[in-house]
C-alpha cells in the first residue's frame, strides 16, 4: 500500500504491476516492462517511487504522481 493509504500495488506473473484504488478495490492503472513475472515489489514510505524485482534477473525503479 501506498504511503498516503490511496493505491495498492500488486506484481503478477503476467509481467504487470497493477495499481488497486484502497477504497473501491477498482484497478487503475496496468504498467509492464518487465520479460518475466514481477517476483518482488517494494514501496518507498515517504516517496512516490516504488522497486519491482522480475525472474527476467532486473529491477526496476517506478515514481509515480498522485
Do not use: C, Q
Amino acid at each position: 500500500m501506498t504511503a498516503d493509504g490511496r493505491w495498492i500495488l500488486s506484481g503478477s506473473k503476467d509481467r504487470s504491476v497493477i495499481f488497486w484504488d484502497a477504497e473501491t478495490g477498482e484497478p487503475h492503472l496496468l504498467l509492464t516492462g518487465h520479460a518475466y513475472s514481477v517476483i518482488a515489489l517494494a514501496i518507498g514510505n515517504s516517496s512516490r517511487i516504488f522497486v519491482t524485482a522480475s525472474g527476467d534477473m532486473t529491477a526496476k525503479v517506478w515514481a509515480y504522481s498522485a
